[in-house]
Antibody
Framework: EVQLVESGGVVVQPGGSLRLSCAASGFNFDDYAMEWVRQAPAKGLEWVSLINYDGGSTYYTDSVKGRFTISRDNKRNSLYLQMNSLRPEDTALYYC???????????WGQGTLVTVSS | DIVMTQSPDSLAVSLGERATISCKSSRSVLYRPNNKNYLAWYQQISGQPPKLLIYGASTRESGVPDRFSGSGSGTDFTLTISSLQAEDVAVYYCHQYYTSPRTFGQGTRVEIK
């Protein structure tokens, strides 16, 4: 059974940093691209970032470029999101997500809540 | 960026009736070399993460009831729930994975009339 478990969400001040983690199990982690998607309170889904199967390619939405870094450790079956220079508008539930073989997200974690507030 | 626009924003349908949601992309998400549309549909029930219903515009994910179907190609897509059940009350999102940045529609809330 595929499981994605996010951690690291906390309350942080504007300008602060945070690293989110996602522990994956139940599938061959190093075969699939992984993504981060966020959802602000009572809002829709917003795609954040993607990393390919071996970490060689990464992609970001414009609003986080230069501030967020996605990475993975295939030996530890883990995905990460380093978040710097955080802004109030980064406040959201952050989901870790797995791609299927054709690039669609087929599994989601339960999410970890990041709150950026003074 | 490809903008995904869903309509309507919300709809109320009687139990057992058909629900239809439209999704339009600002550019084609059809990859002509393999003739595949890089378009997925997700269902998000309140308090839960999204769930994949349809990918490739019309391929139903394993375990998804056959009352859910997807159609369309290029820039115009439709999600149809043929006979609405109580457990289908949710917000539905279309999503293009054709190119980065990947993008979602704004969501359509489906309720019981």
């Amino acid at each position: 059974e595929v499981q994605l478990v996010e951690s690291g969400g906390v309350v942080v001040q504007p300008g602060g940093s945070l690293r989110l983690s996602c522990a994956a199990s139940g599938f061959n982690f190093d075969d699939y691209a992984m993504e981060w998607v966020r959802q602000a309170p009572a809002k829709g889904l917003e795609w954040v970032s993607l990393i390919n199967y071996d970490g060689g390619s990464t992609y970001y939405t414009d609003s986080v470029k230069g501030r967020f870094t996605i990475s993975r450790d295939n030996k530890r079956n883990s995905l990460y999101l380093q978040m710097n220079s955080l802004r109030p508008e980064d406040t959201a539930l952050y989901y870790c997500a797995k791609d299927n073989s054709v690039g669609a997200i087929d599994y989601w974690g339960q999410g970890t809540l990041v709150t950026v507030s003074s | 960026d490809i903008v995904m626009t869903q309509s309507p924003d919300s709809l109320a349908v009687s139990l057992g009736e058909r629900a239809t949601i439209s999704c339009k992309s600002s550019r084609s998400v059809l990859y002509r070399p393999n003739n595949k549309n890089y378009l997925a549909w997700y269902q998000q029930i309140s308090g839960q993460p999204p769930k994949l219903l349809i990918y490739g515009a019309s391929t139903r994910e394993s375990g998804v009831p056959d009352r859910f179907s997807g159609s369309g190609s290029g820039t115009d897509f439709t999600l149809t729930i043929s006979s609405l059940q109580a457990e289908d009350v949710a917000v539905y999102y279309c999503h293009q994975y054709y190119t980065s940045p990947r993008t979602f529609g704004q969501g359509t809330r489906v309720e019981i009339k």
